[in-house]
């Protein structure tokens, strides 16, 4: 019987600029972090992604979505199939400030329940039964893609912020600037490494540099005026940027705690004008 986490992070974070499953948080990647919330009150966690995202390893059951273009609807279905438990708390990768003791308050009322915060359901920190996974088949091949209508055919109850611990648990970032500011809101200094390579480490003159967090354009800066690696917010040829093998494009893209960006200058600096 028992119950189950589920975590949802086969989104395209399109505003983030990249993968929230791996921003850095407390000393490891989002998603580790929200499955390890999970396992201390739940028989099993399952991680439904996408084919093409990579995830670190987890204590987790990891499937991939079916059908990613249908949204956050599919992945609950999927979800639930897989799972053995009778009921699952759903939420999504990018909670960072998900508690235990909001999940097990959760899940401590019967049936299908939602939070409501602040006068909006929120549906992806709610508690679906399995058979959920039936009635969400059938709203997909209806072309029904909203998680609150599965909830309410499911005859939901909405459990008030008041009658809840930490509804802060909910809160989550799409953009930069809001992943930024909740890392430096926990405190201390957070900083970064850009590693310098061949041409690159020859102009600045030291193969590392140590620097506070920030959008790719503000990490860069300790390169300037010896470097100008972007040109109008994008990585400038001959330079090549990447972040743990993975290459960056866009100077909007967020740098988090104790990250390395490489940054590699192509072209002998002692041919250059």
């Given at each position: 019987?028992?119950?189950?986490?589920?975590?949802?992070?086969?989104?395209k974070?399109?505003?983030?600029?990249?993968?929230?499953?791996?921003?850095?948080?407390?000393?490891?990647?989002?998603?580790?972090?929200?499955?390890?919330?999970?396992?201390?009150?739940?028989?099993?966690?399952?991680?439904?992604?996408?084919?093409?995202?990579?995830?670190?390893?987890?204590d987790?059951?990891?499937?991939?979505?079916?059908?990613?273009?249908?949204?956050?609807?599919?992945?609950?279905?999927?979800?639930?199939?897989?799972?053995?438990?009778?009921?699952?708390?759903?939420?999504?990768?990018?909670?960072?400030?998900?508690?235990?003791?909001?999940?097990?308050?959760?899940?401590?009322?019967?049936?299908?329940?939602?939070?409501?915060?602040?006068g909006?359901v929120?549906?992806?920190?709610?508690?679906?039964?399995?058979?959920?996974?039936?009635?969400?088949?059938?709203?997909l091949?209806?072309?029904?893609?909203?998680?609150?209508?599965?909830?309410?055919?499911l005859?939901?109850?909405?459990?008030?912020?008041?009658?809840?611990?930490d509804?802060?648990?909910?809160?989550?970032?799409?953009?930069?600037?809001?992943?930024?500011?909740?890392?430096?809101?926990?405190?201390?200094?957070?900083?970064?490494?850009?590693?310098?390579?061949?041409?690159?480490?020859?102009?600045?003159?030291?193969?590392?540099?140590?620097?506070?967090?920030?959008t790719?354009?503000?990490?860069?800066?300790?390169?300037?005026?010896?470097?100008?690696?972007?040109?109008?917010?994008?990585?400038?040829?001959?330079?090549?940027?990447?972040?743990?093998?993975?290459?960056?494009?866009?100077?909007?893209?967020?740098?988090?705690?104790?990250?390395?960006?490489?940054?590699?200058?192509?072209?002998?600096?002692?041919?250059?004008?």
């Open positions: 019987m028992g119950t189950a986490g589920i975590v949802l992070c086969g989104g974070s399109s505003r983030m600029g990249r993968a929230k499953a791996w921003l850095p948080w407390c000393g490891r990647p989002l998603v580790a972090h929200v499955v390890s919330v999970l396992s201390k009150v739940v028989d099993e966690v399952v991680v439904v992604t996408s084919e093409q995202l990579e995830l670190p390893r987890l987790a059951r990891v499937i991939r979505d079916r059908e990613p273009e249908l949204g956050p609807l599919a992945g609950i279905r999927d979800g639930l199939e897989q799972t053995r438990s009778d009921r699952a708390f759903v939420t999504a990768t990018d909670a960072p400030f998900l508690s235990s003791v909001f999940v097990e308050a959760m899940l401590a009322h019967d049936g299908a329940v939602a939070a409501e915060i602040d909006h929120q549906t992806l920190a709610a508690v679906y039964p399995r058979c959920g996974a039936g009635v969400a088949d059938e709203m091949a209806e072309g029904r893609g909203r998680p609150l209508e599965l909830l309410e055919r005859r939901y109850r909405r459990i008030p912020a008041s009658e809840l611990p509804v802060a648990s909910v809160r989550g970032f799409n953009t930069p600037d809001e992943y930024l500011a909740a890392v430096r809101s926990a405190g201390g200094a957070p900083t970064a490494v850009v590693e310098l390579f061949g041409a690159a480490r020859a102009a600045v003159g030291r193969r590392e540099i140590e620097v506070s967090i920030g790719l354009d503000e990490v860069l800066d300790s390169l300037r005026p010896r470097l100008d690696v972007l040109v109008d917010g994008v990585v400038a040829n001959p330079f090549s940027v990447s972040l743990a093998g993975t290459p960056l494009h866009e100077g909007s893209v967020p740098i988090g705690p104790d990250e390395r960006v490489s940054v590699q200058f192509d072209i002998d600096i002692r041919e250059t004008p």
